[in-house]
Structures are given as C-alpha cells and as structure tokens.
C-alpha cells in the first residue's frame, strides 16, 4: 500500500554533496521505518541508513557515519538522505524502501536513483 519513489542523483565531484529524496504514496508512510540501500556495480545491496522506531531513532553503516544523515517529513510524505563528503566509493544506485508496523522485511522499494561521485 506504499508506493515509493526516489529522486536527487546525479554526478557529482569527490568532497561534494547531494541529497537524495524519497516520495511516498499513501497516509501510512508516517507509521513505516524507512531505510536507504545502495548497489554498487558487482556487488551485493547494503543497507546505508534508516529512520526507524517511529522516526526515533537512526542508524547508520559504518562507511557513512558522520557524511550521511537520514531524516523524513511526514507532512510531505517524503523521506531524505543527505550525503555529504562524498568519495569514489559511494558510487552506486540507491534505493529507499518502507517497513510497515509489525512487519520483519521492507516490503516496498523504489525504483532507485544513480549517484556517482568522480575523482
């Protein structure tokens, strides 16, 4: 019942920024733990951040802690992940995705959204 979309990548030199959005379908958004996921060429998904506990708490990989936060309006239905200090490394297609209450999985994925950093 959640519908996702990402926006917000793009290129982008080595030390700079972007942030990314996440727009969410559907008045349940407010009650879903959102996180951030990224693929990178070769390699397998990883998780990068989440908002979740109701938007209480955060959490983080270690690689980003630090450059990357997390954050969510529910009045907009939209959740963000500002990536600051970007390197080489932080190349990949980043996806948002949604778990609803008393749900073990995150069900609903976005289409994800290109970020690459150059050198």
């Known amino acids: 019942q959640v519908q996702l979309v990402e926006s917000g990548g793009g290129l982008v030199q080595a030390g700079g920024s972007l942030r990314l959005s996440c727009a969410a379908s559907g008045r349940a958004f407010s009650n879903c733990d959102i996180a951030w996921f990224r693929r990178a060429p070769g390699k397998e998904r990883e998780f990068v951040a989440g908002?979740?506990?109701?938007?209480?708490?955060?959490n983080y990989v270690p690689s980003v802690k630090g450059r990357f936060t997390v954050s969510r309006d529910n009045t907009k239905n939209t959740a963000y992940l500002q990536m600051n200090s970007l390197n080489p490394e932080d190349t990949a297609v980043y996806y948002c995705a949604a778990r609803a209450p008393q749900k073990a999985m995150y069900e609903y994925w976005g289409q994800g959204t290109q970020v690459t950093v150059s050198s």
């Open positions: 908002i979740i506990g109701g938007g209480r708490y955060t």
